[in-house]
């Protein structure tokens, strides 16, 4: 079984910090994806990651894979209220649909 | 649009019970997955298709069927539930987007076996 774990757990924050969620595998992964989802939502799509040392940028959110394609982290910039839910990261390592998610990071940021 | 829908929203079973949660997508993805959700585990995939006609387990298959007739249903049958079913269930349906597949999720089915 491939494993992402991811860190840490929960995240509780004051409106304007700065936070870094991390993802880490033992495996090589094809690509890398980062989900945020609300209470009673699906998840919703951030951004794919497929290329070793890629930075994707998305307004305050910073995504990084690392050179190996095994980790990657999520860096939010002057995190806002509305910023707060669950982060997902999830794995491909065949190309197709079997996608590994972590655990999930609850994030929660107080105004 | 609607993107992916799914029924129930909720359901409570006893033990023993079969039935079947409903999932649709209207955006002619050829990919489709289940998926459960559990507190502390993420999202563990259930069962997937490639295409009608065509599935395969995922990760947790056991004590869960699937078939794909259409391109737009993916229906997920428990055929005998039990209390370690008790979950959030998933569809999702995606597609090839050039850098990986992107996943559009359903709202989700809160099931409790009792």
């Known amino acids: 079984t491939q494993l992402l774990e991811q860190s840490p757990q929960f995240l509780s924050i004051q409106e304007g910090e700065n936070l870094t969620v991390y993802c880490n595998s033992s495996?090589?992964?094809?690509?890398l994806q980062w989900y945020r989802q609300e209470p009673g939502e699906g998840p919703v799509l951030l951004v794919t990651?497929?290329?070793?040392?890629e930075v994707k940028k998305l307004k305050r959110l910073t995504f990084q894979f690392g050179d190996a394609r095994k980790d990657s982290s999520l860096h939010i910039t002057a995190a806002q209220p509305g910023d707060t839910g669950l982060y997902l990261c999830?794995?491909?390592?065949?190309?197709?649909?079997?996608?590994?998610f972590g655990a999930g990071t609850i994030l929660r940021v107080k105004s | 649009n609607a993107g992916v829908t799914q029924t129930p929203k909720f359901q409570v079973l006893k033990t023993g019970q079969s039935m079947t949660l409903q999932c649709a997508q209207d955006?002619?993805?050829?990919?489709m997955s289940w998926y459960r959700q559990d507190p502390g585990m993420g999202l563990r995939l259930i069962h997937y298709?490639?295409?009608?006609?065509?599935?395969d387990q995922g990760e947790v298959p056991n004590g869960y069927n699937v078939s794909r007739s259409t391109t737009e249903d993916f229906p997920l049958r428990l055929l005998s539930a039990a209390p370690s079913q008790t979950s959030v269930y998933f569809c999702?349906?995606?597609?090839?987007?050039?850098?990986?597949?992107?996943?559009?999720f359903g709202p989700g089915t809160r099931l409790t076996v009792l």
């Open positions: 495996s090589v992964f094809s690509s």
């Open positions: 999702a349906s995606s597609y090839w987007a050039g850098e990986g597949n992107e996943q559009f």
């Open positions: 999830a794995g491909d390592w065949e190309y197709g649909n079997k996608l590994v």
């Open positions: 990651v497929v290329t070793g040392g």
């Open positions: 955006m002619n993805h050829e990919y």
């Open positions: 298709s490639v295409g009608a006609g065509i599935t």
